[in-house]
């Protein structure tokens, strides 16, 4: 198998213009009945590069992960895993997968889960090791069905990474856990990072997102808004967040601050503002009752936030 | 791959406590019941057309349940879109289910006719036993095509109501727990549409009952697997319409 792996990575260069490339969209449609699922998106992933697609609920993100697995196929446009077809088992061989909601044998001990689904790969990673990386020492003679939420997750990470993928998928990997598990979590991915492998993931917790990606995809409504870096994608927006209290907030009574991405919620009030003292010095002229003021700087949560209109 | 697959369905089958117990269990009580009467029927020992009848009840009911079930169970958890992102060949766990369904059709088997040897006194030449059990697990085929569409037709919840709504009605229809003589009329006449019936004619034949047409016995179970078959196929493809494409 080694030598085909080869020849075919040498054609993927040659047939496509970006050579190397570990995962394409080249403007990929999708619609579903009358619903634009996706209306133009292109990504390329680079080997041992970890992306992070961001964006609200029904933005596309897990439309998109779809049609680079081949488990869904672009309405127009083109999907391509290794330069390949996605749904082409040379691809799949080399692709590892966290879905969101998927189930695996309840009945079987997550020792046997794990040795099964190493069978389906070329060249997995030994067992043992599997099970340590994916942290899942103590429950490998456990049954699936007897297994809590979070050891679960750990189980899909397993299967994720028993083929010894050298891309990996993560949708929403982490929805549901408790902290200290997400962050053991991200740590079984930086630590695989480390291994030169490349990283597709989805999430809602963005400062997750900030600490691990070297690129962000900014999805909203099936289209891309942003691509760059956490940082660059952090200075896009005004650097403060001021929140606070106000009974009196109505549109009216805000307008003609030097403001983005301004939130009222009831009487609280939420902000970004490369200026926070110009802003609180006007509000205060025009006599608002502020309690519980807060000013913190942006992160990327924010940065999303003003990008796909505060959704 | 196909090894490591058939040893995984083997144990998810065994370790589902209401499978082996519906599986092993309730057929041998079922003997117990019905089997122990003496008597004959269509000129065989009683005994005998009884373990013919409630061996058939268990390999059909194995292959609807294992397959039927577990197929709907797969499709509502989303397993089956897991199993789609992998290399996984979609033959590899079809074999393996299969292979294991059978293999546990024929401790069934096994076990009954332990019961009917132990219980019931049975004694029967060798070549009776070897028929009754090859030709109950390659009828098992129509089943399992039976229970593939079921299983990919209706939803999680479902199948297990779909399957006991349409086994156990056929099963009494086709004469495997009263003979087909003692039944009302309409269904004596609709039986001989059911494919059960028709299993049950192949089995009663191999322990001694003579039928005149019993390759016409074959040809019906030939042309359900085909019917089946299509339905399955119908079915892969609307929900590969509906969940992926």
Redesign the interface.
């Known amino acids: 198998m080694p030598a085909s792996t080869e020849s075919f990575r040498g054609s993927t260069a040659s047939a496509e213009g970006d050579g190397g490339a570990i995962v394409q969209l080249v403007d990929a449609h999708k619609a579903f009945g009358r619903v634009e699922a996706l209306r133009g998106v292109s990504i390329s992933v680079r080997p041992g590069e970890l992306v992070g697609l961001l964006g609200p609920n029904g933005a596309g993100k897990t439309t998109a992960i779809s049609l680079m697995?081949?488990?869904?196929?672009p309405t127009t446009g083109k999907a391509l895993l290794f330069g390949l077809d996605p749904m082409d088992?040379?691809a799949?061989?080399r692709?590892g997968?966290m879905?969101q909601?998927?189930?695996?044998?309840l009945?079987?001990r997550v020792r046997?889960?794990v040795?099964?689904?190493r069978?389906?790969?070329?060249h997995p990673l030994a067992t043992d090791n599997v099970v340590e990386m994916a942290g899942l020492g103590e429950f490998q003679e456990k049954?699936v069905k007897n297994l809590s939420g979070g050891q679960r997750q750990r189980v899909y990470f397993a299967?994720a990474i028993c083929?010894d993928p050298e891309a990996l998928?993560l949708d929403e990997p982490t929805v549901g856990l408790d902290t200290a598990t997400r962050r053991s979590f991200w740590d079984q991915v930086r630590s695989f990072k480390q291994r030169g492998k490349s990283i597709v993931l989805t999430t809602h917790y963005l400062d997750e997102a900030d600490a691990l990606a070297d690129r962000v995809v900014v999805i909203d409504h099936g289209l891309i808004v942003a691509e760059d870096s956490p940082e660059a994608i952090r200075a896009l927006v005004p650097g403060k967040k001021v929140t606070f209290q106000w009974p009196g907030a109505t549109a009216e009574a805000l307008a003609g601050l030097p403001v983005e991405g301004l939130v009222i919620d009831g009487a609280r009030v939420s902000l970004l503002t490369s200026d926070p003292e110009q802003v609180l010095r006007i509000l205060f002229g025009r006599g608002a009752a502020i309690t519980d003021l807060e000013v913190a700087g942006a992160g990327l949560e924010e940065a999303v936030l003003v990008l796909t209109g505060g959704r | 791959m196909v090894a490591a697959q058939t040893q995984a369905e083997f144990r998810r089958l065994v370790r589902v406590p209401e499978f082996t117990g519906f599986g092993l269990a309730f057929p041998l009580i079922l003997y117990v019941f019905i089997g122990l009467q003496s008597g004959s029927l269509a000129g065989v020992d009683f005994h005998k057309y009884a373990l013919a009848s409630l061996s058939t009840y268990a390999v059909v009911n194995i292959a609807l349940s294992s397959f039927g079930i577990t197929v709907a169970n797969e499709r509502g958890s989303r397993m089956d879109a897991l199993m789609r992102a992998t290399p996984v060949r979609s033959i590899a766990p079809l074999i393996g289910k299969t292979i294991a369904a059978v293999s546990f059709a024929l401790a069934a088997l096994v076990l009954l006719y332990l019961a009917g040897i132990l219980l019931a006194g049975i004694s029967m030449p060798l070549e009776q036993w070897f028929n009754l059990t090859w030709r109950l697990l390659l009828g098992m085929i129509p089943f399992i095509c039976m229970g593939f569409a079921i299983g990919y037709i209706s939803g999680p919840s479902a199948a297990v109501v779909v399957v006991n709504l349409v086994f156990l009605p056929m099963s009494f229809a086709s004469g495997i727990f009263i003979p087909i003589n003692n039944l009302p009329r309409f269904i004596h006449d609709f039986a001989p549409y059911l494919p059960l019936y028709h299993l049950g004619h192949i089995a009663w034949n191999a322990v001694g009952v003579s039928y005149p047409d019993i390759a016409a016995s074959v040809l019906w179970l030939a042309g359900y697997t085909v019917l089946f078959v299509a339905l399955t196929l119908w079915a892969v493809r609307r929900e590969d319409d509906r969940r992926f494409s």
Not at chain 1, 69 to 73: A, E, F, N, T, Y
Not at chain 1, 119 to 122: E, G, I, K, N
Request: aromatic share 12%; no cysteine; charged share 20%.
């Open positions: 697995l081949g488990l869904r196929r088992l040379r799949r061989s692709t997968v879905l909601e998927s189930g695996i044998p009945t079987l046997e889960v040795e099964l689904f069978t389906y790969y070329p049954l299967l083929g998928f």
